[in-house]
């Protein structure tokens, strides 16, 4: 279908008012219009019945966790929690930025929701922002007891990168043998680094000076700016040791490995009828065209096909080259999930997916290669919606609509963890 006229208005509104696209922008100035964009489409977020703020010890110094309680009191000494983590492309993003998520997500699925600061790149390149969020999720497991959570009902999620991140923390969870995690919600995560990145035309898609393009080819040198501060100077990946908080493990997942086989593909999730805005993957779309993932363009899209008051492919490019340290990091699981060998014994998981968004392809891989591999999938892709919908419910009702699905799934989730400890 056609871009929804909701957010057809919002493209309009950037394009009218000569809005600069992030990867135009150094990154100070992108990690600002950044946070002012997801203000003016969030609003200020629902009150919830409280918020706050404390660190503990990371791999690469103190880590910022932020824990929401919803509005509603929680009936039980030890309820479910989810492990939220932001987007932003690695480089950008905040607490701030998923702050209003949080608590919708709280008050929705009456569960503790918790966020954590991580490292951000170009400053701190893959696998910091893993090793972080790896290290919260371990730290908020040995501490259920202190904050009221059932660590067997723990979920994790997260927006784009975030999402990334998510589904890198089931691989490791898996790899070394827990923590548990009961379920994985994924808003249109990035999943492989290898996924194709052409125009429709066919014309390759520039990124950021010295960064890495699909396949871990130099890619060419972007538009003015694109580069953004902070790209020269060392690594500062945060490595650890091994055995220590957040440190990379051996084997299948270490730096410098073999490639790993793409996942097995299955099935396309199914989505149900009927719902605001959803589209199942591969269905038809108004007019009797099948709807394919990842539309690119739109009323402003320029001569390579790229729309720049959307999200689009050129944006893409700029985020993996400031994630990665070098084309090796591409082929890692922890940065790549699609890549990694084998999805078996992964928790369930929520996958949703936006049509005008150059990352619905590979989040909808991600998902067939869950199903193939034995693991519970719902799919949900939206129809006429661009990237950082979820994350826009001021603006888009799919926003809230699809917040709402999110919760409805978490909630199932969480009773089923409920059932199977009685």
Same mark, same amino acid.
């Given at each position: 279908?056609?871009?929804? $006229?909701?957010?057809?208005?919002?493209?309009?509104?950037?394009?009218?008012?000569?809005?600069?696209?992030?990867?135009?922008?150094?990154?100070?100035?992108?990690?600002?219009?950044?946070?002012?964009?997801?203000?003016?489409?969030?609003?200020?977020?629902? @009150?919830?019945?409280?918020?706050?703020?404390?660190?503990?010890?990371? $791999?690469?110094?103190?880590?910022?966790?932020?824990?929401?309680? +919803?509005?509603?009191?929680?009936?039980? +000494?030890?309820?479910?929690?989810?492990?939220?983590?932001?987007?932003?492309?690695?480089?950008?993003?905040?607490?701030?930025?998923?702050?209003?998520?949080?608590?919708?997500?709280?008050?929705?699925?009456?569960?503790?929701?918790?966020?954590?600061?991580?490292?951000?790149?170009? #400053?701190?390149?893959? +696998?910091?922002?893993?090793?972080?969020?790896?290290?919260?999720?371990?730290?908020?497991?040995?501490?259920?007891?202190?904050?009221?959570?059932? $660590?067997?009902?723990?979920?994790?999620?997260?927006?784009?990168?975030?999402?990334?991140?998510?589904?890198?923390?089931?691989?490791?969870?898996?790899?070394?043998?827990?923590?548990?995690?009961?379920?994985?919600?994924?808003?249109?995560?990035?999943?492989?680094?290898?996924? $194709?990145?052409?125009?429709?035309?066919? @014309?390759?898609?520039?990124?950021? #000076?010295?960064?890495?393009?699909?396949?871990?080819?130099?890619?060419?040198?972007?538009?003015?700016?694109?580069?953004?501060?902070?790209?020269?100077?060392?690594?500062?990946?945060? @490595?650890?040791?091994?055995? @220590?908080?957040?440190?990379?493990?051996?084997?299948?997942?270490?730096?410098?490995?073999?490639?790993?086989?793409?996942?097995?593909?299955?099935?396309?999730?199914?989505?149900?009828?009927?719902?605001?805005?959803?589209?199942?993957?591969?269905?038809?779309?108004?007019?009797?065209?099948?709807?394919?993932?990842?539309?690119?363009?739109?009323?402003?899209?320029?001569?390579?096909?790229?729309?720049?008051?959307?999200?689009?492919?050129?944006?893409?490019?700029?985020?993996?080259?400031?994630?990665?340290?070098?084309?090796?990091?591409?082929?890692?699981?922890?940065?790549?999930?699609?890549?990694?060998?084998?999805?078996?014994?992964?928790?369930?998981?929520?996958?949703?997916?936006?049509?005008?968004?150059?990352?619905?392809?590979?989040?909808?891989?991600?998902? #067939?290669?869950?199903?193939?591999?034995?693991?519970?999938?719902?799919?949900?892709?939206?129809?006429?919606?661009?990237?950082?919908?979820?994350?826009?419910?001021?603006?888009?009702?799919?926003?809230?609509?699809?917040?709402?699905?999110?919760?409805?799934?978490?909630?199932?989730?969480?009773?089923?963890?409920?059932?199977?400890?009685?």
């Amino acid at each position: 279908m056609p871009l929804h $006229p909701q957010a057809e208005a919002m493209r309009a509104r950037r394009a009218a008012a000569g809005t600069p696209p992030l990867y135009t922008r150094t990154l100070a100035e992108a990690r600002a219009a950044d946070l002012a964009d997801l203000r003016a489409a969030t609003g200020t977020g629902e @009150q919830v019945h409280s918020v706050r703020e404390f660190t503990i010890d990371g $791999p690469g110094g103190p880590l910022t966790l932020r824990h929401y309680l +919803p509005k509603a009191a929680i009936d039980e +000494p030890a309820g479910p929690g989810l492990l939220y983590l932001y987007g932003g492309g690695w480089a950008l993003g905040s607490l701030e930025t998923s702050d209003p998520i949080c608590r919708a997500l709280a008050n929705a699925t009456g569960a503790a929701v918790l966020a954590v600061g991580y490292r951000h790149a170009p #400053e701190h390149r893959f +696998p910091a922002a893993v090793h972080d969020c790896w290290a919260a999720l371990d730290w908020i497991a040995r501490h259920a007891a202190d904050l009221r959570l059932d $660590p067997a009902r723990l979920a994790v999620g997260g927006d784009s990168a975030g999402g990334n991140l998510a589904a890198a923390l089931t691989l490791l969870a898996r790899e070394r043998g827990g923590p548990a995690i009961l379920h994985q919600l994924l808003i249109y995560p990035n999943t492989d680094h290898r996924v $194709p990145r052409e125009t429709p035309a066919g @014309q390759p898609v520039a990124g950021p #000076e010295g960064g890495f393009a699909r396949g871990g080819e130099a890619a060419p040198a972007g538009r003015a700016g694109e580069a953004g501060e902070g790209h020269a100077g060392g690594r500062g990946d945060g @490595q650890v040791p091994a055995g @220590q908080p957040g440190a990379e493990p051996a084997g299948s997942f270490a730096r410098g490995g073999e490639a790993a086989p793409a996942g097995q593909v299955g099935e396309a999730g199914e989505v149900p009828a009927g719902q605001p805005g959803a589209e199942p993957a591969g269905s038809f779309a108004r007019g009797g065209e099948a709807a394919p993932a990842g539309r690119a363009g739109g009323a402003g899209a320029g001569p390579d096909g790229e729309d720049p008051a959307l999200f689009n492919r050129h944006s893409v490019a700029w985020y993996w080259a400031h994630y990665l340290a070098g084309p090796g990091d591409a082929e890692n699981p922890l940065a790549s999930p699609l890549r990694a060998a084998d999805h078996r014994g992964l928790p369930a998981a929520t996958v949703v997916t936006a049509e005008y968004d150059p990352l619905c392809a590979e989040g909808e891989e991600y998902a #067939e290669a869950l199903r193939g591999a034995g693991v519970a999938v719902e799919l949900r892709r939206y129809a006429g919606m661009p990237h950082g919908f979820f994350a826009m419910p001021a603006l888009l009702d799919d926003g809230r609509a699809a917040q709402l699905f999110a919760a409805e799934r978490l909630v199932a989730a969480y009773g089923a963890g409920r059932e199977a400890r009685r």
